[in-house]
């Protein structure tokens, strides 16, 4: 079908309700309920802001909410709160809640470690009298290269109960992107792992920290916690300190600095079209009071709650879900290092029977994995503690939203996929679990004091069902303040292209039921012979086809027919990649959408580009098959090393065509 077809899919969409038993116990019971709660919120969006910091703890609050308009607004100006404080001493100070677990922590190999409440506040506290010692205060910037350790947790923690700004980067990224990241910020202070896991191979991450730290830089002193105990790594004497010895030495007594709440808190780099990325800029406090709503309103979290979020620390997903907006709830969640799908295929059924997991986030690419490696896999484990699955990163397509709804969520669980970005720091978009109905490929309904709208090139309203620049009009707490160093792009980027409004880069639709379907980003509609078709619907018909793992579609330009589609897909071991699978793969999609969608050829690759967070970097395979290689910023991707690898396949495929 063609977009209009989608739309008219949109339109007719099935609505399946959260089950009554779920509703009683969530915080948002009906829809009717959701729909009063939001425009309250939108009539008086400073009361319900209100309200959301009645429910944390202040060092000083001021009467004013919120003041200006974008870009230049603020949030309980003048008043001060300490992150940390709402995340760890508030729990660890209460006689119910100081001995509850805040983290399992699980490693690739098989490593199960737990910290309590009131074990996380005295490890906080003496990594923070550690960055004293070093010098650090109040607006420094560190670079933090570790993966999901409890430890990390501890590292950001401290930084925020001390107003140092802090930066992680993927423990997997190149030396070049590592670097990149702490010459742009000015760290002061790397603070790193001596290794990672992943996939049972052992990354050096020392390694790649020296190498980024080659030439001339702003580091004066690198961290590195051993996390494999008797690997040796290079230690400078006058630069590198060990993490264990320093806290051996700490006093773990530290109190919690003011900081006012539109004060920097962290920095987060995205991946730049072209050039290098830029840093997103969020204010501490700001951040604090999104997040907290987020996690309390769209993953409904309660204090009996064994959550499981996938995110790595690396992506800002598990800074909003899980280091803030987890913490500052007080429920006990689960932090997993390394692969997912490692050592075996059904690790996250294992994770989730161990624990009895009841609410789950990841992402759309591992729904899909899941999918792809079987029922007959999830029927071994009971996962009937599941009540939520929840998603965000890519659009979640109807068809793994049925599987994952039957198959790990025994036909009762609440799906929410929602829709956020890093900018946006949390998820302007997502279900209300107990009371908004369900429709498989929507992400939900504006979020409470959130004014979404979908609008023409002119910044008018379309009318309902019809696809247009989805925007947010009013400004909301966790919404990124700036790009590091460089005001005029922040301005020019997110709020020059329609003024008075947050321009989301995305297109969307809103049906008749005010719910939202994000089609993607704005250049990811291929206009092929006046037929306007979405990639995220190409590549959902490739993905249900049985020899599919993944695939991705991309624009490439033609003098007769404008663009054409070109598939990149990654397949099944069990099935071969040759010419008799792609003509199948193109008879699918003429098929499921129509001729003028078939793909002008497939690419069998075994790696795709992808970012931190599981997203295929489209943009670098447009760059490979209009220019045979990749010349934008590159810095941005989980593995650098694969491009090499990715180019090499792409190249020989075309080749192979040609001749």
């Not at 929840?390 to 039957?406: D, F, K, M, T």
Request: aromatic residues 10%; charged residues 20%; proline residues 5%.
């Amino acid at each position: 079908m063609s977009l209009e077809n989608e739309i008219d899919f949109i339109q007719k969409s099935e609505s399946i309700n959260p089950s009554k038993e779920y509703r009683a116990k969530s915080n948002v019971q009906s829809f009717a309920e959701y729909k009063a709660i939001y425009q309250q919120s939108i009539e008086n969006p400073d009361q319900f802001w209100g309200q959301i910091a009645d429910e944390l703890d202040w060092i000083h609050r001021e009467e004013r909410v919120s003041e200006g308009a974008m870009p230049e607004f603020s949030f309980f100006p003048g008043s001060q709160i300490n992150v940390c404080q709402n995340c760890v001493d508030r729990h660890a100070n209460h006689p119910q809640r100081r001995n509850k677990v805040a983290i399992y922590f699980e490693g690739e190999n098989g490593e199960r470690r737990s910290f309590t409440y009131l074990q996380l506040y005295r490890e906080v506290q003496k990594f923070s009298n550690v960055l004293l010692a070093l010098g650090l205060s109040k607006g420094d910037v560190v670079s933090v290269y570790m993966q999901n350790l409890p430890e990390t947790y501890v590292v950001l923690l401290s930084c925020l109960r001390l107003g140092i700004i802090y930066n992680t980067v993927f423990a997997g990224f190149s030396p070049e992107a590592l670097r990149d990241r702490i010459v742009h910020s000015h760290a002061k202070v790397v603070i790193c792992a001596n290794a990672s896991y992943r996939r049972g191979k052992i990354l050096n991450l020392k390694e790649t920290v020296d190498a980024a730290l080659r030439d001339e830089h702003p580091v004066q002193h690198v961290i590195v916690y051993s996390r494999i105990k008797d690997m040796q790594v290079s230690m400078d004497p006058m630069r590198d300190h060990d993490y264990d010895e320093l806290m051996r030495c700490a006093s773990p007594v530290c109190e919690a600095i003011p900081l006012d709440c539109n004060d920097p808190g962290l920095l987060i780099f995205t991946s730049g079209t072209s050039g290098k990325p830029k840093g997103i800029v969020h204010a501490g406090g700001g951040f604090l009071l999104g997040t907290y709503a987020y996690s309390k309103y769209q993953l409904d979290l309660h204090d009996e709650d064994i959550y499981w979020n996938t995110a790595d620390i690396g992506w800002l997903t598990a800074h909003i879900f899980v280091l803030v907006g987890g913490l500052a709830l007080g429920v006990t969640t689960i932090i997993y290092e390394g692969a997912i799908d490692y050592p075996h295929q059904a690790r996250v059924y294992e994770m989730i029977e161990y624990y009895q997991v009841n609410k789950l986030f990841s992402a759309p690419t591992a729904y899909r994995m899941l999918m792809k490696y079987g029922e007959d896999l999830a029927k071994k484990y009971d996962l009937s503690s599941i009540e939520l699955l929840a998603s965000v990163g890519e659009p979640l397509n109807p068809e793994a939203w049925h599987w994952i709804y039957r198959v790990v969520g025994g036909n009762r669980a609440v799906i929410n996929n929602t829709w956020g970005q890093t900018e946006t720091g949390g998820t302007p978009l997502a279900s209300l679990p107990g009371a908004t109905p369900m429709k498989p490929g929507s992400c939900g309904v504006p979020f409470f004091g959130h004014r979404l709208d979908v609008v023409d090139q002119e910044g008018h309203t379309v009318p309902v069902g019809t696809p247009g620049f989805l925007v947010i009009r009013t400004p909301f707490p966790a919404l990124a303040r700036d790009v590091f160093g460089d005001r005029e792009r922040y301005i020019n980027n997110y709020f020059a292209p329609m003024p008075g409004t947050y321009f989301t880069g995305d297109s969307a639709v809103c049906d008749q039921d005010g719910q939202y379907w994000v089609l993607g980003r704005i250049d990811d509609v291929i206009n092929v012979s006046g037929h306007r078709i979405s990639t995220m619907e190409m590549e959902s018909s490739l993905i249900s086809h049985e020899a599919v793992m993944e695939a991705a579609v991309v624009a490439k330009p033609d003098d007769i027919k404008g663009t054409v589609p070109i598939a990149f897909v990654s397949i099944d071991t069990t099935y071969t990649a040759n010419e008799e699978l792609s003509r199948a793969l193109q008879r699918k999609i003429v098929a499921d959408i129509g001729s003028f969608a078939k793909p002008e050829r497939i690419h069998f690759v075994n790696v795709m580009p992808k970012t931190r967070s599981g997203k295929i970097i489209r943009r670098m395979l447009r760059e490979i098959i209009e220019e045979g290689t990749v010349h934008g910023d590159a810095t941005g991707l989980e593995d650098s090393d694969i491009l090499v690898t990715l180019i090499a396949e792409v190249n020989a495929d075309s080749s192979h065509h040609n001749d």
